[in-house]
T-cell receptor
Framework: EDQVTQSPEALRLQEGESSSLNCSYT??????LFWYRQDPGKGPEFLFT???AGEEKEKERLKATLTKKESFLHITAPKPEDSATYLC?????????????FGAGTILRVKS | GAVVSQHPSWVICKSGTSVKIECRSL??????MFWYRQFPKQSLMLMAT?????????EQGVEKDKFLINHASLTLSTLTVTSAHPEDSSFYIC????????????FGPGTRLLVL
């Protein structure tokens, strides 16, 4: 069974204090690993898709990396507006179609 | 691009009534649409997957007669909660993807349902 574990559950940072969120996964053949951001009371917002180990993608203060067992979401010099829940999800070849298996998320709070 | 809308954004209804939620892909054709349910402080729980023109595939434990899904066109899917009860109160979110394989899902803003 495909599984995704995110850590930490919650993270408090001071503005400008860089850090990383972890997403560990087990999947029978990775088709894609996805990062989303979710604000309270809203649907998830797509951030990145990673397909193979060694791949990296960047967007503003965020950088996502992928290995064969985990992905990291690095946040450089975060700002209060980066506060949100960050969700990691995987698509495996076992599942027909493009069903996603989500982790529980990491709640990020950035204080000014 | 890749914008998905949902309507209504929130709804309050009496127990026993039915509620329909619409999910639309605004700037792309969605071959596949998904319906999720999210409880407070929990992650998303997939309810069903629907491909345009086909019957929806429901996840284990989801009552198909309770949650009716129709995906009649490449831009519209609907979820009808039939004979809603207070335990059906939740945050319902749809997503859409342009393909059936290795395709990013784009999510709608969600619909909050409160059944009194």
């Amino acid at each position: 069974e495909d599984q995704v574990t995110q850590s930490p559950e919650a993270l408090r940072l001071q503005e400008g204090e860089s850090s990383s969120l972890n997403c560990s996964y087990t999947v029978s053949g990775l088709r894609g690993l996805f990062w989303y951001r979710q604000d309270p009371g809203k649907g998830p917002e797509f951030l990145f898709t990673l397909y193979s180990a060694g791949e990296e993608k960047e967007k503003e203060r965020l950088k996502a990396t992928l290995t064969k067992k985990e992905s990291f979401l690095h946040i450089t010099a975060p700002k209060p507006e980066d506060s949100a829940t960050y969700l990691c999800a995987v698509q495996g070849w076992r599942e027909y179609g493009n069903k996603l298996v989500f982790g529980a998320g990491t709640i990020l709070r950035v204080k000014s | 691009g890749a914008v998905v809308s949902q309507h209504p954004s929130w709804v309050i209804c009496k127990s026993g009534t039915s509620v329909k939620i619409e999910c639309r892909s605004l700037d792309f054709q969605a071959t596949t649409m998904f319906w999720y349910r999210q409880f407070p402080k929990q992650s998303l729980m997939l309810m069903a997957t629907s491909n345009e023109g086909s019957k929806a595939t429901y996840e284990q434990g989801v009552e198909k007669d309770k949650f009716l899904i129709n995906h009649a066109s490449l831009t519209l899917s609907t979820l009808t909660v039939t004979s809603a009860h207070p335990e059906d109160s939740s945050f319902y979110i749809c997503s859409a993807s342009a393909g059936r394989y290795q395709e990013t899902q784009y999510f709608g803003p969600g619909t909050r349902l409160l059944v009194l």
